[in-house]
């Protein structure tokens, strides 16, 4: 059975930083895409981060170049997300996915996101 299990959401000063964790497992992690999502209520689920099983192919969201970063280790069977100086528009639930599977499949940047986590909330105010 496949498994995301996202931590290290919170509450955060605007320029604050977080790292989020997913922790994945039931799956070939050093062969899968993995990807960020977020989502607010009212709005669309959005793509914010994605990257391929080597790490070679990463791509971001245009409202969050230059601030956050997304990474793997397959070693641990975890991606990361280093989120710095922070928004309040960066508010929202933090989904960690993987490709394949079927269930509320999403297409983002050339790949379809199939496998999802619970979500990690990510809050930004003063």
């Known amino acids: 059975e496949v498994q995301l299990v996202e931590s290290g959401g919170g509450l955060v000063q605007p320029g604050g930083s977080l790292r989020l964790s997913c922790a994945a497992s039931g799956f070939i992690f050093s062969a899968t895409g993995m990807g960020w999502f977020r989502h607010t209520p009212g709005k669309e689920r959005e793509g914010v981060a994605r990257i391929s099983p080597n790490s070679t192919i990463i791509y971001y969201d245009d409202s969050v170049k230059g601030r956050f970063t997304i990474s793997r280790d397959n070693t641990k069977n975890t991606m990361y997300l280093q989120m710095d100086n922070l928004k309040p528009e960066d508010t929202a639930t933090y989904y960690c996915?993987?490709?394949?599977?079927?269930?509320?499949?999403?297409?983002?940047?050339?790949?379809?996101?199939?496998?999802w986590g619970q979500g990690t909330q990510v809050t930004v105010s003063s």
């Open positions: 996915a993987a490709v394949g599977g079927s269930s509320g499949s999403t297409y983002w940047r050339g790949q379809t996101f199939g496998y």
